[in-house]
């Protein structure tokens, strides 16, 4: 201790001359960081309704809840997150774990409210005065939470592929199913999409839980056409997901295809268990394509006898004769048949109803009569020319190749048309030439412009791929034809424009510029409609119609109380549509089934 | 070991070892020390009793936070127990931060990038220049002289805005996250630190001048609550405590991590063990956390990844194992034990605050015979955060 411990702490007088350092009005004066964690802001055009943000919520800080003025629609839940600040610790967790971005915070944090429940607010909805903040916590990419990039479908290369019909996608492998498996959040906003509504991130749960039996029973709950869907499946709901804002959105389809793909065709039997006791009820169902074994799978496990009727010599409809071998393989088909037939489903193969049986039969021997013929008629151009021998439908082209019927492939062919069924039978008949001759001379005309093709953009890239020549915005308008009667090849012209200012159908083409595509063949792949003669006059007359169509309502019935209708004949256009559809039908049939029970 | 404290006076024993403490005799009496007494850090109580102004036991009493942060993270994913973890010692949260984020990548072995280190390394100096900050004032204001806590105070905020430009948050700063750390430092930010740190340098002058330099501060502080060095391994005494006791403890030099090991700088101590010579080790480790942020600013990669690669968070599964990842905060060694199970949650965890080995068993001890006037003092300059007690 010394004198100066004494003086020394008078120096702190020399503070009397110094200004206060407090900030008299800190909450007018002082604005938060550029990047403080302040108040919610969301974005109600990006914002999808997800939840996502409410799930990562430690606090329980977020509702979901309806918002007026915001209807649900595909890929939007049309719930808006609604945060309680008597609960959010500002982490910013619901920031960084945004699947849209919507969600950011100002720099704001001044709010003064004498009412405590106003505190608990719909950012975006209920107005406040930093929804235009410039300021505030960012996240940026790489902090996104969940990963954006598809795991890559291994697939075999162009070359490996074009000379044969083997499956081109390979599956994924455990360890890629569980890495985008992975990806999911689980939000369900594709369930509402797919028109089977499958449970969709429940099976993406097993694939991670590495449980495929789960998945399998999952699978089996909602669609008896896994290994189908799981492969060509048109997946809406992909575009649905939520993970496509910030990324590829989650392969679904392939994760569907790997979980029935992981488990053997004995313990998936296993698992789906036996049909219910017979009830002594009778259904005809003519047609075995997916809507037709859908509904005979579901009233098979109540105990109903169901018959199908079927015109070819085997069971799936399209996806048999019309869908090439390379994207669904016939043994993996021949799978999802085999788990229906084992239900105790009878099909009758190489049975036309309307030329070996009659309509008026089914409906006397059965309790019920479901069609789903689905539509394996070629619809024409009817340009000069097109009925020459070598002008041919796309529909019965593929049946011809299914049935393996000799084709003579043409040096070169041109096909008209733009969407899938178009790109479906140029590949196949390229692998043809190209097994027969040695090279591909196929040329594809569409009346669209490149950026509204009909087909999957993977379509056209695989098209183009295997040298398949695309052309767009060609509208057909001859078949040329030799003085010999020999066939040279189709006359376009120019697309200008598609359709009226009504949206009608009504094409204006560039008449000077005009092309000759070569070709021996021309192959018209421009939409198929219902062979419907099987009704016969009396029942076709009796029936309700909608624009050629048989008139069904919301259960798949039609106007005659005996006779339902589903799939492609009456609705379409892909498999889990038709799937859907004979869901419908054997729910309502079962129900009057057990009506007339109830009242007998 | 089993302690036998000095008591040759009062109280005497009885036949079967405890203290005869006969309250209705009034030689004694019962004075209870918080827990909103000013002279406890937070939520805290001790249960003295006295004989005349000689204290001859003393109690801790906690529980007053009804948490359980441990308890609690076992129900949350591992990235919900993120924002959680701060909570557990306000004061100098970061470590909580730190430690959790550390024995998470360990666990689920992730790379983080080098710059977050650095990052991390600088939040982790800055978080213990506002802790000693307020143990300052604290210390002072124990022994009446309320002056210094307005002057560190002062600093301490202006800290808190360098912790909000770069963090986004002046106290919870959520900042270190499994992974890396949220963002870089924004543009400018070390010319702001710097002028910062001189206002810190300048205050810590005054602090010198008239906590330090002072006959009072000097009368009440030196020789009182002296920590025998032979105590600090069976009490688990670390940080400034042991090194005013001349044993220099630092898990900064002991078991680098992060980026000290690249940091030239060598373990404050001092070698007295009593309150001033803890103090006053204190104020020096503040001016080498000045020096170690200096060191960092120059020396970090200027730009680069902050963030790794996450799987998704939302079901993000670690696989069985464990770890214990420790630091030195300002208190001492503070430590996270991680127990994974294979599952979405964590099945363990224990967080391991140097405030609970100094604040109960040791404090017991120091206590007795001490001067009632001198109990808050006492407790203070052990450095006590009740949150990370009760955790
Ligand atoms: C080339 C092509 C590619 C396609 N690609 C895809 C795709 O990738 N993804 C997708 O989801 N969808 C695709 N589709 C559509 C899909 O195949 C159909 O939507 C689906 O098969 C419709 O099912 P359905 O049961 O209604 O009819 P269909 O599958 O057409 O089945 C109808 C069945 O009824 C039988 N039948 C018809 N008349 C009679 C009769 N009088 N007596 C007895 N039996 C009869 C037929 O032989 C056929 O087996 C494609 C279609 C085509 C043509
Ligand atoms: S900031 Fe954190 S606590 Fe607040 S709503 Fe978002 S996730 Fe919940
Ligand atoms: S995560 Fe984003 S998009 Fe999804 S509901 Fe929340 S705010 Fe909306
Ligand atoms: S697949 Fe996509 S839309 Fe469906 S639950 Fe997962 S993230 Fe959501």
């Known amino acids: 201790m010394s004198i100066r411990d004494v003086l020394s702490p008078f120096t702190a007088w020399k503070n009397l001359f110094r200004d206060p350092v407090t900030i008299a009005d800190p909450l007018n004066e002082r604005p938060g960081a550029a990047r403080y964690r302040g108040f919610h802001k969301n974005d109600m055009d990006k914002c999808i309704g997800c939840g996502t943000c409410e799930t990562i919520c430690q606090n329980g800080a977020i509702d979901m809840l309806p918002v007026s003025g915001v209807p649900a629609k595909l890929g939007d839940s049309g719930l808006r997150p609604r945060i309680d600040y008597g609960r959010c610790c500002w982490c910013a967790l619901c920031v960084d774990v945004c699947m849209t971005g919507s969600l950011t915070m100002s720099n704001e944090y001044k709010w003064v409210e004498s009412n405590p429940d106003l505190f608990r607010f719909t950012p975006g909805v209920d107005k406040k005065h930093w929804d235009n903040a410039e300021l505030g916590y960012q996240r940026h990419a790489e902090k996104h939470l969940t990963p954006g990039e598809r795991v890559e479908m291994p697939e075999l290369e162009p070359a490996a592929r074009i000379g044969s019909f083997t499956e081109i996608v390979d599956g994924y492998s455990i360890e890629q199913a569980k890495l985008e498996a992975d990806r999911c959040v689980s939000c369900g906003l594709c369930i509402a999409t797919c028109p089977a509504h499958m449970a969709i991130p429940d099976y993406i749960k097993a694939v991670r839980d590495g449980d495929y039996e789960r998945g399998v029973q999952l699978l089996y709950e909602t669609n008896p056409f896994s290994q189908v869907c799981g492969r060509v499946c048109t997946h809406r709901c992909e575009d649905s997901c939520a993970a496509r804002h910030e990324g590829d959105p989650i392969a679904i389809r392939w994760l569907k295809r790997h979980i029935i793909d992981q488990v053997p065709q004995e313990k998936v039997l296993e698992l789906i268990g036996k049909p219910a006791a017979p009830t002594g009820k009778k259904v005809a169902i003519i047609g075995a394509g997916p809507a037709g074994l859908t509904a005979a799978f579901d009233l098979a496990r109540k105990g109903h006898a169901v018959t199908v009727f079927e015109a070819q010599a085997a069971a799936g409809g399209m996806t048999r004769y019309g869908i090439p071998e390379y994207r669904l393989p016939y043994d993996a088909l021949d799978k999802d048949i085999a788990v229906i037939t084992a239900m105790g489903v009878d099909i009758q193969y190489n049975q036309r109803v309307g030329t070996d049986i009659a309509m008026q039969q089914l409906q006397s021997d059965y309790d019920a009569v479901m069609l789903a013929i689905g539509l394996h008629q070629g619809r024409s151009t009817r340009i000069p020319g097109s009925d020459h021998p070598q002008v041919r439908k796309a529909v019965d082209l593929l049946r011809q190749i299914t049935t393996g019927e000799k084709i003579e492939a043409p040096k070169s062919m041109v096909v008209i048309g733009g969407g899938n069924v178009a790109m479906d039978i140029a590949r196949s008949m390229a692998r043809l030439q190209l097994q027969q001759h040695g090279e591909i001379r196929v040329t594809l005309t569409a009346l669209e412009d490149k950026a509204h093709f009909l087909a999957d953009p993977v379509e056209i890239k695989e098209s183009l791929e295997e040298q398949i020549n695309i052309l767009d915005s060609r509208g057909p308008q001859a078949c040329v034809i030799d003085d010999s009667g020999k066939l040279l090849g189709l006359k376009t012209w120019k697309v200008l424009s598609i359709f009226d200012a009504e949206r009608r159908f009504a094409p204006q083409y560039d008449e000077s510029d005009e092309q000759i595509h070569e070709g021996e063949m021309v192959v018209e792949a421009i939409g198929q409609m219902a062979d419907v003669s099987l009704l016969g006059n009396e029942l076709t007359e009796k029936l309700e119609w909608n624009r050629g169509r048989i008139q069904i309502d919301s259960n798949g019935r039609t106007s005659e109380n005996w006779l339902w209708s589903a799939g492609d004949c009456v609705k379409g256009p892909d498999v889990i549509n038709a799937v859907a559809d004979g869901h419908r039908v054997a729910i309502s049939i079962d129900s009057v089934f057990t009506q007339q029970e109830a009242k007998s | ?391």
């Open chain 2, 1 to 391: 070991m089993a302690y036998q404290p000095d008591r040759s006076q009062y109280p005497q024993k009885k036949a079967d070892g405890t203290l005869d403490i006969d309250l209705a005799s009034g030689k004694y009496l019962k004075l209870w020390q918080g827990p909103q007494h000013p002279g406890i850090t937070g939520n805290m109580a001790i249960e003295l009793t006295v004989c005349g102004d000689e204290v001859v036991e003393g109690k801790t009493h906690v529980g007053y936070l009804h948490r359980g942060f441990e308890k609690l993270m076992e129900r949350r994913t591992f990235m919900q127990c993120f924002p959680i973890v701060c909570r557990i010692c306000v004061p100098e949260p970061d470590f909580n931060e730190y430690c959790y984020a550390a024995a998470v990548e360990e666990l689920a072995g992730l790379e983080v990038p080098e710059l977050a280190h650095w990052i991390r390394t600088l939040i982790l100096e800055m978080g213990r220049i506002n802790s000693y900050l307020m143990y300052l004032g604290g210390q002072a204001g124990a022994f009446g002289q309320g002056v210094i806590g307005q002057w560190t105070t002062y600093v301490r905020d202006l800290m808190l805005d360098r912790f909000e430009e770069l963090t986004g948050a002046r106290i919870y700063h959520m900042f270190i996250i499994p992974g890396g750390v949220r963002d870089n430092l924004p543009e400018g930010f070390a010319a702001r630190m710097e002028t910062t740190l001189q206002e810190i340098e300048s205050t810590l002058g005054d602090v010198e001048r008239v906590m330090f330099h002072n006959a009072v501060f000097k009368k009440r502080a030196v020789g009182v609550g002296i920590i025998a060095p032979e105590l600090l391994d069976s009490y688990g005494i670390t940080g400034p405590n042991a090194r005013a006791a001349g044993v220099a403890k630092d898990v900064r030099k002991d078991q680098p991590y992060l980026v000290y090991p690249e940091l030239d700088f060598e373990a404050v101590t001092g070698k007295d063990s009593d309150i001033y010579t803890r103090a006053d080790v204190r104020r020096r480790d503040l001016l080498l956390s000045i020096d170690l942020i200096r060191q960092i600013l120059v020396k970090m990669p200027k730009s680069g990844a902050v963030m790794t690669k996450l799987p998704n968070v939302l079901h993000w599964k670690i696989p069985r194992g464990e770890t214990y990842i420790r630091g030195e905060c300002s208190r001492g060694e503070y430590g996270y034990y991680l127990v994974t199970d294979g599952s979405g949650y964590p099945r363990r965890v224990n967080v391991r605050g140097p405030s609970y080995t100094h604040s109960i068993a040791l404090f017991e001890r120091l206590v007795v015979n001490a001067n009632i006037s001198d109990v808050a003092a006492l407790l203070v300059s052990l450095h006590t955060y009740p949150p990370e007690i009760e955790r």
